[in-house]
């Protein structure tokens, strides 16, 4: 059983930073890839950065030279630094890893964390 959990979302005013983490438990053999999706009332799910196995990076526009992405030393942690935060930024994160375990490959999704920014 493979299970992805975040923390680190919170309430923050405009132009403040937080910290998200994501950490991946369980039968895993091997991770390709691990992102950083948010989705608010209405709208689709969308990716806003994404770290593959080999340290390449993807960011949304909208988050470029504000949000960064990374893996921790332990490879199944994802950190999303988010700073200059903007009342748009707010949204439910969601954590979601490409990962091979014993059974199969396939994508997982954490539960979500809720980030919201004041103006």
């Known amino acids: 059983q493979v299970q992805l959990v975040e923390s680190g979302g919170g309430l923050v005013q405009a132009g403040g930073s937080l910290r998200l983490s994501c950490v991946a438990s369980g039968s895993i053999i091997s991770i390709n890839a691990m992102g950083w999706y948010r989705q608010v009332p209405g709208k689709q799910r969308e990716l806003v950065a994404r770290i593959a196995s080999g340290g390449a990076t993807y960011y949304a526009d909208d988050v470029k030279g504000r949000f960064t992405i990374s893996r921790g030393n332990a490879r199944n942690t994802v950190y999303l630094q988010m700073n200059s935060l903007k009342p748009e930024d707010t949204a439910v994160y969601y954590c979601?890893?490409?990962?091979?375990?014993?059974?199969?490959?396939?994508?997982?999704w954490g539960q979500g964390t809720q980030v919201t920014v004041s103006s």
């Open positions: 979601n890893a490409d990962l091979r375990s014993p059974s199969n490959t396939r994508i997982y």
